[in-house]
T-cell receptor, first 112, second 109 residues
Framework: SQTIHQWPATLVQPVGSPLSLECTVE??????LYWYRQAAGRGLQLLFY??????ISSEVPQNLSASRPQDRQFILSSKKLLLSDSGFYLC???????????FGSGTRLTVV | GENVEQHPSTLSVQEGDSAVIKCTYS??????FPWYKQELGKRPQLIIDIRSNVGEKKDQRIAVTLNKTAKHFSLHITETQPEDSAVYFC????????FGAGTRLTVKP
């Protein structure tokens, strides 16, 4: 069966520090991969999605970037965090057509 | 791109009553419409979904209806229980998933 792993679960980082969040999927190949951000009490904002290795689509221009170095690995990065980057970051995967859309357990990022 | 509108933003019902949450979408090519339940501090979990070739789907106390012509779909929860209290998100998919803003459902015992 397919599983999705996301880490770390919580992270407190100072303003201006770099960020790297990792997401990996097991039990499937060539998945669609997604990064979402959820501010406290708010909805899900799509940040990036990827349909294949090295293919990244950005939805919201900002100081975040994403990379997909391997088929089942998706990384969210920042060179310098802002206070406004705080939130709950969720990775998700889906098969072709978007079916079976499943979220990782999330990373709660607090920028101080 | 796809735009998904969800209403209401908050909904409070008495235990045992029904709850209905409605969503509209803009992309007529969207073909998959899941609903997610998110409890406080946890990841969204899929509770039911419907594909564009089906008008209605039911799973115990939960049902979803889809009107492709009008481009809207709804979640119906019957005989609500306190444990149904959560934030519910609708979504629409055409290569990438777009979510509604969420509905905070409170079921009062």
């Amino acid at each position: 069966s397919q599983t999705i792993h996301q880490w770390p679960a919580t992270l407190v980082q100072p303003v201006g520090s770099p960020l790297s969040l990792e997401c990996t999927v097991e039990g499937t190949s060539n998945p669609n991969l997604y990064w979402y951000r959820q501010a406290a009490g708010r909805g899900l904002q799509l940040l990036f999605y990827s349909v294949g290795i090295g293919q990244i689509s950005s939805e919201v221009p900002q100081n975040l970037s994403a990379s997909r170095p391997q088929d089942r690995q998706f990384i969210l990065s920042s060179k310098k965090l802002l206070l406004s980057d705080s939130g709950f970051y969720l990775c998700a995967w889906a098969g072709r057509g978007g079916y079976g859309y499943t979220f990782g357990s999330g990373t709660r990022l607090t920028v101080v | 791109g796809e735009n998904v509108e969800q209403h209401p933003s908050t909904l409070s019902v008495q235990e045992g009553d029904s709850a209905v949450i409605k969503c509209t979408y803009s992309d007529s090519a969207s073909n998959y419409f899941p609903w997610y339940k998110q409890e406080l501090g946890k990841r969204p979990q899929l509770i039911i979904d419907i594909r564009s070739n089906v008008g209605e789907k039911k799973d115990q106390r939960i049902a979803v209806t889809l009107n492709k012509t009008a481009k809207h779909f709804s979640l119906h929860i019957t005989e609500t229980q306190p444990e149904d209290s959560a934030v519910y998100f609708c979504a629409s998919n055409n290569n990438d998933m777009r979510f509604g803003a969420g509905t905070r459902l409170t079921v009062k015992p």
